[in-house]
C-alpha cells in the first residue's frame, strides 16, 4: 500500500497564483522527498527534507515538514504555466532505499 | 553526464507472454529502483538493487523479477503477462542505497501494453 496522501488531488490556479500541495503519511520516515511528473513521462526531482527538518528552499518552491502530524507542504509562488504536471510525495524509511509514493496532485496552471 | 535511460520506451504483449525491460543508470550509480506506475494504484515500488544485489522488494508477486548486471545496468522480467501489468514502469537510480541522502533520479519510463 502506498505510504503518502497528497491533498488535493486536483488544483487549477491562475498564472502568478501561489499553489499549495499537502502529502500525508504513515510511518516514521527518513527523507521526503517532492517530484514533479509531466504527462505520463518520467519523475523529475524537486526538493529534499530530512526528517530533522522543518523547512526548506528551492527557488519558487518552499517545503515545511511536520513530523509530528506526519504531513508536508509543497508551496510554488509565482506560478507558470510551465508548472503544469502532477505532483509526488515520496518517503523513505531507514531500512533502505524504498521509497513510498503519495498518490499526486494534478496541478494545472491556465495562462 | 547523461541521465537514466531505458529501453524499450513502448512495448506491446498478449497476455501470457514474457517481457524483459532494460535500464541503464547514471554512470557512478549503484542503486536501482523499479516502479511500476498505473492510473489506479499510482507509483508501486518494485525492487531495488544494489551491487548486483538485491536490497529491497515490493509487494510484487513472483512473475515480477529482476537483476543488476557488475556495469549497474538493470532488466526487470515479467513472466505470464496479465492485462492488469499494463503500466509504465519506471527506473530511477541513486548514487547511494540507504543511506541519509537518496536522491532518485527517474528515467523516461517504458509503457507496457498487454492485449
Known amino acids: 500500500s502506498q505510504q503518502g496522501e497528497e491533498d488535493p488531488q486536483a488544483l487549477s490556479i491562475q498564472e502568478g497564483e501561489n499553489a499549495t500541495m499537502n502529502c500525508s503519511y504513515k510511518?516514521?520516515?527518513?527523507?521526503l522527498q517532492w517530484y514533479r511528473q509531466n504527462s505520463g513521462r518520467g519523475l523529475v526531482h524537486l526538493i529534499l527534507?530530512?526528517?530533522?527538518?522543518r523547512e526548506k528552499h528551492s527557488g519558487r518552491l518552499r517545503v515545511t515538514l511536520d513530523t509530528s502530524k506526519k504531513s508536508s507542504s509543497l508551496l510554488i509562488t509565482a506560478s507558470r504555466a510551465a508548472d503544469t504536471a502532477s505532483y509526488f510525495c515520496?518517503?523513505?524509511?531507514?531500512?533502505?532505499?524504498?521509497?513510498?509514493f503519495g498518490t499526486g496532485t494534478s496541478l494545472t496552471v491556465i495562462p | 553526464k547523461a541521465g537514466v535511460t531505458q529501453t524499450p520506451r513502448y512495448l506491446i504483449k498478449t497476455r501470457g507472454q514474457q517481457v524483459t525491460l532494460s535500464c541503464s543508470p547514471i554512470?557512478?550509480?549503484?542503486?536501482v529502483s523499479w516502479y511500476q506506475q498505473t492510473p489506479g494504484q499510482g507509483l508501486q515500488f518494485l525492487f531495488e538493487?544494489?551491487?548486483?544485489?538485491?536490497?529491497n522488494k515490493g509487494n510484487f508477486p513472483g512473475r515480477f523479477s529482476g537483476r543488476q548486471f557488475s556495469n549497474s545496468r538493470s532488466e526487470m522480467n515479467v513472466s505470464t503477462l496479465e492485462l492488469g501489468d499494463s503500466a509504465l514502469y519506471l527506473c530511477?537510480?541513486?548514487?547511494?542505497?540507504?543511506?541519509?541522502?537518496?536522491?532518485?533520479?527517474f528515467g523516461p519510463g517504458t509503457r507496457l501494453t498487454v492485449l
Open positions: 530511477a537510480s541513486s548514487f547511494l542505497s540507504g543511506g541519509s541522502y537518496n536522491e532518485q533520479f
Open positions: 510511518t516514521s520516515i527518513n527523507n
Open positions: 527534507i530530512r526528517s530533522n527538518e
Open positions: 515520496a518517503t523513505d524509511r531507514y531500512t533502505g532505499n524504498q521509497f513510498y
Open positions: 554512470s557512478g550509480h549503484r542503486s
Open positions: 538493487y544494489f551491487s548486483e544485489t538485491q536490497r
